[in-house]
């Protein structure tokens, strides 16, 4: 006899809605397949439970990770007046404890030993939560997760607790240009339009008031807004869709519906009085960018004609005739970006975002005029049926040979699709083009005019006479200026784009021609080494290829970094317009200087990769370097690297690591001042040098034939190796103890301060880095517990691994808006005393999940080619790869026990062998300790790690 679940199945298949019986929890009302791509062999089956819970399940047999999302169809754009950022709060508060699972660690501290990671955040309109764990752990996660939607506990002591976590969260970000700017608009947000609001929370709006506790805020907010007919669920796993389907009816039958009606909006994002405004704001980095917004209705339903993406593909196109060349070609932007901004039932806005030059700072109404002038030529020449057929032609592409994605960003994508696509189309809605219709684009290109638009300019310089709340942000305001004419001959550059000549045509998979299970060595020359391997898991037509290229030149000193920098950005420049169309037509690259060299990156389809690569390497090699670009280049690239001194505090000390312990490396702002005192004719001399003495480590892997690969490696031996090949080795300062061991202080402008201790693995082995992996998955839960949840130290605490140059090491880290770097090195400290009595208690989960994790298969082709690419970079010129090195690792792991893993831990965490990066002193006068002032002078002495 068929069981129950098996009936189900039958009905579901002949296309039958279904309920469950009175005895059993209420499950389906319908269920249906959507249609998927012919490359994804996963099942997929969509369902609403009785409660009007819209379910997505996704089985896929072979998956090593679960993943689950939920999205709310609710967001700060509800929260009550006076209580901005009480959704956000309470999206923290879900993860503190249920009426089942009443221990405010329980949940992370699940998460850590099922080998999963877990997240949450909130939007305008909804709130999403999401995580992962390994299979054998899904059915008790999704019973723990369904409790948030059922049962919270909001324990009092944990909603004072977490508001410190919120208002840290908002501290932390005070500088964060983003929020700054959306403060600024906030301004002039229709006040009507839920936009135009606070939306993170702190102390001010989250407080206890005499007629309302927040906590109780929070729970009426909880119960009156919370409701299952205004979820999506998506739950990913191997299991059938029998048993997923079985496991979301027992665990989210039970919640609530309301039937809380879907939110809806009418008044307008911009009243009418404050369009045709210039809204300049002072940034907190280095930024040149001018934003046009153009408020626009609700565009969700015409997802199978894409006008919006019409009208963005055209007026953010970076080819030859483009808006962005022409700006380019007078000096006014190096980058450009059209695209809109979707609120949901809030409607939204289409955004032109320019990158500025100091030119195109100053002369930012020409800039505005060149935008419209672009507009207006779309709107000229009308939107056409050729150009909407080919993005049709390369969404189908791309459709069909879809590849996986990691299973978070995938019930992520999935849930908010869900909330974006009729049920049907959930899985290809994004890739449909059914209908071509000109006037639905007209209609949208009618609102880009300059009367419908409100402008906002990043000005580091200006005079400001106003101030936005809660971020501070100095802001002014002014009409719009009158735009220049702009000559017609100058016009006549301005040419929408003619069809794409990298449309891939030959996609066919080749038959495979060698069974080597790693790729195998098809060049082995002092100059040059190439891998290869055909692949056998995808079956796709696409190939990644990688070359790292070692030269002398790069290395040498920090006036040959700065050369190289430049050099690789004007390349890049020169590039742009001609590989712009094999990046819309799935095909791309990137060029980027590392510590002793260049690293060369092409993925895609591999119909057109080799004529993509031949025009990189003439360019590098034989690159027009003009004078005009050069200053623009330049300039920007000052400022991307100035600005990596404008991050999180937590995040600069994290960047001062490598700079303090490993040569060839320099800090930002070192790097930035090189770079201004660095002309073209420098760069010049640099680029005649580049290949000279080099050597060249290549892999191909994909749908490419060895003759193939030996073709393109001659073109790599042909231009980018001259000479004996000679290379600089990388040296890493090995910490030796020292009484108080080490410190170095970094000045942050930033309220926050922040800690960061560096801990060096006492060697390099495989068992040390058995043993720091296991540290790591060990304290990473337990760290954050105490540290934040319980001391409310601040919003950023973690612990991660650090491997620098292949030596393993870890971190701990903290950010406080309240606590002094040496508060924290005391927290520090005390939570590893307390390392011993617990360290090892849950040694085979913790070991589960990490040999889970080296053993997953990878998920798509370019997370294959990047582990044997590792392998490949790690063995050096000259060096034995090893393939297999991650099951080497994973049989050093199942040697750990918690004696071997106590006693390392005494050795790791020796106070005598750490070095803290902190933003103010940490020890005292009188302590000892060695402060590292003279960084070239302090990583230059004592034993160094040679890195290959």
């Given at each position: ?172 970000k005070i500088k964060d240009d983003a929020r700054r700017s959306r403060a600024v608009l906030n301004h002039f947000t229709n006040p009507a339009h839920p936009a135009g609001r606070f939306t993170v929370g702190n102390l001010n709006t ?367 420049d020169e590039l742009n317009e001609y590989s712009y169309p094999a990046f819309l037509a799935g095909l791309g690259f990137d060029v980027q200087v590392t510590a002793r060299g260049l690293e060369i990156t092409v993925a895609g389809y ?342 290959p």
């Amino acid at each position: 006899m068929l069981n129950r679940f098996a009936w189900i199945a039958l009905l579901w298949l002949c296309g039958v809605a279904v309920a469950w019986s009175a005895d059993n929890p209420p499950a389906l009302t319908t269920a249906f397949t959507p249609e998927k791509s012919p490359n994804d062999d996963r099942q997929y089956r969509y369902l609403e439970l009785a409660n009007g819970l819209r379910v997505l399940l996704v089985s896929s047999p072979e998956a090593e990770e679960s993943a689950v999302a939920l999205r709310v169809n609710v967001g700060s754009a509800v929260d009550p007046v006076g209580r901005e950022g009480l959704a956000h709060f309470l999206e923290h508060m879900l993860f503190l404890g249920t009426e089942k699972f009443p221990e405010p660690d329980g949940w992370p501290g699940f998460i850590a030993t099922s080998g999963g990671t877990h997240n949450a955040y909130t939007a305008l309109d909804h709130t999403l939560y999401f995580y992962t764990v390994r299979p054998a752990h899904l059915a008790q996660s999704l019973e723990r997760f369904g409790q948030f939607f059922t049962a919270p506990l909001f324990t009092e002591a944990y909603v004072t607790r977490e508001r410190e976590a919120v208002n840290a969260e908002y501290q932390a970000k005070i500088k964060d240009d983003a929020r700054r700017s959306r403060a600024v608009l906030n301004h002039f947000t229709n006040p009507a339009h839920p936009a135009g609001r606070f939306t993170v929370g702190n102390l001010n709006t989250l407080a206890d008031r005499e007629d309302e506790p927040v906590r109780d805020a929070l729970i009426d907010f909880y119960q009156r807004e919370y409701s299952a007919n205004i979820m999506s669920l998506v739950v990913l796993g191997p299991q059938s869709l029998e048993q997923l389907a079985a496991w979301a009816s027992s665990y989210f039958a039970s919640i609530p519906n309301k039937n809380i009606a879907a939110p809806t909006n009418a008044e307008p994002l911009f009243k009418k009085d404050r369009l045709k405004t210039l809204v300049r704001y002072q940034p907190v980095k280095e930024l040149r960018e001018l934003r046009l917004m153009f408020p626009i209705p609700n565009s969700a339903g015409y997802y199978p004609e894409k006008p919006l993406t019409q009208i963005a593909d055209l007026l953010g196109h970076e080819g030859k005739g483009s808006l962005l060349s022409a700006l380019k070609q007078e000096g006014l932007a190096v980058a450009l970006w059209a695209g809109d901004s979707d609120m949901g039932p809030y409607a939204g806005s289409f955004i032109v975002s320019v990158t500025l030059t100091d030119k195109g700072q100053r002369e930012y109404a020409r800039v505005m005029a060149w935008v419209f002038a672009a507009i207006d030529l779309i709107v000229k020449d009308g939107p056409q049926a050729w150009r909407f057929e080919e993005l049709a032609q390369l969404a189908a592409i791309n459709f069909r040979f879809q590849e996986r994605q990691r299973p978070s960003a995938w019930v992520q994508q999935l849930v908010n699709q869900m909330n974006r696509y009729k049920p049907a189309d959930i899985l290809q809605g994004g890739y449909m083009y059914e209908r071509f219709d000109a006037s639905l684009t007209q209609y949208f290109l009618n609102f880009l005019k300059p009367e419908h638009a409100l402008v906002l300019m990043a000005d580091n310089d200006g005079a400001f006479s106003h101030q936005a709340a809660d971020y501070d942000t100095p802001y002014a305001t002014a009409p719009l200026p009158v735009l220049p004419a702009i000559a017609p001959q100058a016009l006549q550059q301005l040419r929408l784009p003619k069809p794409n000549p990298f449309v891939p045509s030959r996609l066919q998979v080749r038959e495979r021609v060698s069974d080597s299970p790693v790729p195998e060595r098809l060049i082995n020359e002092p100059q040059l080494r190439l891998w290869h391997m055909q692949d056998n898991q995808f079956n796709l037509p696409r190939s990644v290829i990688r070359i790292q290229l070692r030269t002398p030149s790069v290395g040498k000193n920090i006036a040959s970094r700065a050369q190289a920098e430049l050099y690789v950005a004007m390349v890049l420049d020169e590039l742009n317009e001609y590989s712009y169309p094999a990046f819309l037509a799935g095909l791309g690259f990137d060029v980027q200087v590392t510590a002793r060299g260049l690293e060369i990156t092409v993925a895609g389809y591999n119909d057109r990769q080799g004529l993509l690569l031949t025009e990189i390497l003439e360019a590098l090699v034989s690159p027009r370097l003009e004078a005009a670009r050069f200053a623009n280049v330049r300039t920007e690239l000052i400022r991307r690297t100035r600005n990596g001194d404008r991050q999180p505090p937590y995040i600069q000390l994290l960047q001062q690591i490598v700079p303090t312990l490993y040569q060839p490396a320099w800090p930002q702002h070192a790097l930035a001042d090189a770079l201004a005192n660095t002309g073209l004719a420098e760069v010049k001399t640099f680029g005649r040098e580049l290949n000279q003495n080099a050597q060249a480590d290549m892999l191909a892997y994909g749908n490419l034939l060895p003759p193939e690969a030996r073709q393109l490696a001659a073109l790599v031996r042909q231009q980018l190796v001259k000479g004996n090949a000679r290379d600089l080795p990388g040296k890493l300062k090995v910490l030796t103890n020292v009484r108080g061991g080490y410190e170095r202080d970094v000045e942050v402008n930033h309220p926050d301060d922040a800690l960061v201790i560096y801990h060096q693995a006492p060697g390099h082995s495989l068992t040390d880095r058995a043993h720091v992996a296991m540290l790591v998955q060990s304290l990473r839960s337990p760290f954050f517990h105490q540290l934040r949840t319980e001391q409310q130290l601040g919003y950023v605490v973690f612990t991660s691994a650090l491997p620098i140059a292949d030596y393993p090491g870890m971190v701990l880290v903290a950010q406080s808006p309240k606590a002094t770097p040496l508060e924290l090195r005391t927290a520090f400290d005390g939570f590893l005393d307390s390392v011993p009595e617990w360290l090892g208690d849950n040694l085979p989960a913790h070991r589960e999940a990490l040999l889970a994790e080296l053993n997953e298969k990878p998920r798509n082709l370019a997370d294959q080619a990047g582990r044997y690419w590792t392998a490949i970079a790690d063995a050096g010129p000259g060096g034995e790869v090893d393939f297999y090195r991650r099951d080497a690792l994973a049989d050093a792991l199942k040697e750990v026990n918690a004696v071997t893993l106590r006693t390392y831990a005494y050795q790791l965490f020796d106070p005598d062998r750490r070095i803290l990066f902190a933003t103010r002193p940490v020890a005292s006068e009188t302590e000892p300790v060695t402060r590292v002032t003279d960084v070239d002078t302090f990583k230059a002495e004592g034993p160094q790690f040679i890195v290959p």
